[in-house]
């Protein structure tokens, strides 16, 4: 039932391709990176969160929780079909088939979780809540506080990842893996959509900068940034 609502939204145009559903936000860029980055071939359609495609009832047969990135595998588990919420979720499922962009090390693999994590548990909501109250509710939140709050958070957040990457070129040293793709467009927001780089002297951490254009001066990372975008 929910399949056929979700092809007749959304027609793919190759049965076997995998079905991206994104926007080329922070979170929605991490899928086609690591699209890009591995190769795959894949089909997009543009969910536009500004006019609520997100709450249809074809999207919400892919993520029950409205949000993007939103991704579908035919050839999935034992070469079934394979729904997917969730970015962490698809990178992790994304570098576990492909056998990429992931250590091989049980030890290694395990400390790249814990860093995808971290940007999934902390990176990605305080940063988001800093942006919002920065950059979209400044008129109607006249209250310093919770700008003030996110602002720290998010200062102390970077902290981290400067010591992290004071000497590895990469979160896990000197190979790119998904704990980048995940942090990485978070970094680059806050200067960039949010337009807070002095609000938060984000020139301070210059290690962190450094390695979020070292991420994105890879080409297919370069080009998983647009996916998505209006043409
Ligand atoms: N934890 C989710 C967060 C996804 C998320 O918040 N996506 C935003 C765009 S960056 C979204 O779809 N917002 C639409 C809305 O809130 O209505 C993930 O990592 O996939």
């Known amino acids: 039932m929910s399949q056929a609502l979700i092809e007749k939204q959304f027609p793919p145009s190759t049965a076997d391709k995998i079905q991206l559903y994104t926007l080329p936000t ?5 899928a086609s990176i690591a699209l890009e980055e591995m190769g795959l071939d894949y089909d997009t ?12 009832e074809a999207f919400k047969a892919i993520n029950p929780n409205s949000k993007i990135p939103a ?29 990429q962009f992931i250590p091989s090390d049980p030890v290694e693999k395990n400390e790249c979780i814990q860093w995808l994590f971290f940007q ?17 509710a400044k008129e109607t939140c006249k209250d310093p506080y919770p700008t003030e709050r996110y ?10 990842l400067e010591e992290r990457l004071k000497d590895r070129d990469f979160i896990m040293g000197t190979d790119y893996t998904i704990a ?26 210059e290690k962190t900068i450094a390695w979020a254009a070292r991420c994105e001066s890879r080409p297919a ?8 975008s209006a043409d």
């Open 151 to 160: 602002k720290n958070e998010t200062r102390r957040l970077l902290a981290v």
């Open 26 to 30: 922070p979170n929605g860029v991490k």
């Open 221 to 228: 990372t370069a080009r998983g940034l647009t996916v998505g």
């Open 45 to 56: 359609y543009r969910i536009n969160i500004m006019e609520g495609d997100q709450f249809t």
């Open 180 to 205: 980048d793709m995940a942090i990485f467009p978070w970094v680059r927001v806050l200067s960039g959509f949010y337009e807070a780089g002095e609000f938060l002297n984000v020139a301070e951490f």
């Open 120 to 136: 999934i548990g902390s990176i990605g909501p305080m940063f988001g809540q800093f942006g919002h109250f920065y950059r979209f």
């Open 71 to 99: 991704m579908i595998d035919p050839d999935g588990y034992g070469g079934c079909r394979v729904t997917m919420m969730e970015s962490g979720a698809i990178l992790l499922y994304l570098a576990e088939k492909t056998g």
